[in-house]
């Protein structure tokens, strides 16, 4: 699967943002997804994941009760809404997807095989 990733943009600190992951090539619905980031300097970092049919999710400490991870898969859609945005928050968003029989997440980059391109998300103070 083909993945592409838009949505990022230069945000005031508290404001909001919302990513999406367009899906092309094969049926985002047999895929486990996810979301990862990458800021300058650092090692790319996982944000959030889930489940083929959306029933599971996960979320990295750093971001929970402040973003959410959904899909639409009659639309090959990802999506990451981010808000109460932090300048900490500031790195290159990359979604990835990985074929997957089973209703499982995958919180670790190495167990994704498709990745889009990434989207540069900006918090100022």
């Known amino acids: 699967v083909q993945l592409q990733a838009c949505g990022g943009g230069l945000v005031q600190a508290g404001g909001s943002l919302r990513l999406s992951c367009a899906a092309s090539?094969?049926?985002?619905?047999?895929?486990?997804a996810g979301w990862f980031r990458q800021a300058p300097g650092t090692d790319r970092e996982f944000v959030a994941a889930i489940s083929r049919a959306g029933k599971v999710t996960d979320y990295a400490d750093s971001v929970k009760g402040r973003f959410t991870i959904a899909r639409d898969n009659a639309k090959n859609t990802m999506f990451l809404q981010m808000n109460g945005l932090k300048p900490e928050d500031t790195a290159v968003y990359y979604c990835?997807?990985?074929?997957?029989?089973?209703?499982?997440?995958?919180?670790?980059?190495?167990?994704?095989?498709?990745w889009g391109q990434g989207t540069l998300v900006t918090v100022s103070s």
């Open positions: 090539g094969n049926t985002f619905s047999r895929y486990a």
């Open positions: 990835a997807a990985k074929f997957t029989v089973t209703g499982a997440i995958v919180i670790t980059q190495h167990g994704y095989n498709s």
